[in-house]
């Protein structure tokens, strides 16, 4: 009887854990290339981006699967590498698309790419992207920030990818589960 209401409470897991993945809003996956004004600096390990969207905003979504937010009204925000952990995500940029809003945020950062004469440098932000609709699930992402210019006030991009999580993780969760609750009934059956 005890095995019953082992296996019945095994299965019962299953059972909620595919319903939880199957009701899980999708998430993003592919590119958005999105270029604006701003000054871009490197100094002391930390990357600055102040004063965007002086005068330009410019976007290209390379991969149309991450949602309806073409085109949409694109607002970037000033960082500092020094200010982003995962207890304060710093905002990098949002795409407002009727009534939803695509945010990206960053939790970590990369080391500092090299400056040149025709760039101030660059820098991965770690973090994900969210919208304010909850249609499409949190997704993790890198936002790569890169300057296109040398002078004080110079164009820069943010190449943002969203990666969707690996499905055959829950196919791993569930097997794993099965298997456990096969291996548990054995015993409990040379037991007896």
Do not use: H, K, W
Request: proline share 6%; hydrophobic share 40%; glycine share 10%.
């Amino acid at each position: 009887m005890n095995n019953l209401r082992t296996l019945a409470l095994l299965g019962a897991v299953l059972v909620t854990f595919a319903s939880v993945a199957s009701a899980t809003p999708v998430p993003f996956t592919g590119e958005i290339v999105l270029s604006g004004y701003g000054a871009y600096s490197q100094s002391g390990g930390v990357a600055t981006l102040s004063l965007p969207n002086d005068g330009r905003n410019e976007y290209n979504f390379a991969s149309p699967t991450l949602g309806n937010f073409l085109p949409g009204v694109i607002t970037f925000d000033a960082f500092s590498t020094a200010s982003i952990s995962t207890a304060t995500p710093v905002p990098i940029f949002s795409i407002l698309f009727g009534t939803d809003t695509l945010y990206f945020v960053a939790t970590s950062s990369g080391p500092l790419g090299a400056s040149s004469p025709s760039s101030n440098g660059s820098v991965d932000l770690y973090g994900y992207f969210y919208d304010s609709s909850s249609l499409y699930a949190n997704t993790s992402g890198i936002v790569d920030v890169s300057s296109n210019g040398s002078a004080a006030l110079a164009g820069f991009t943010e190449d943002a990818f969203a990666s969707a999580p690996e499905p055959s993780s829950l196919v791993l969760l569930g097997t794993g589960l099965f298997g456990a609750s096969a291996l548990f009934f054995r015993r409990q059956r040379r037991e007896a």
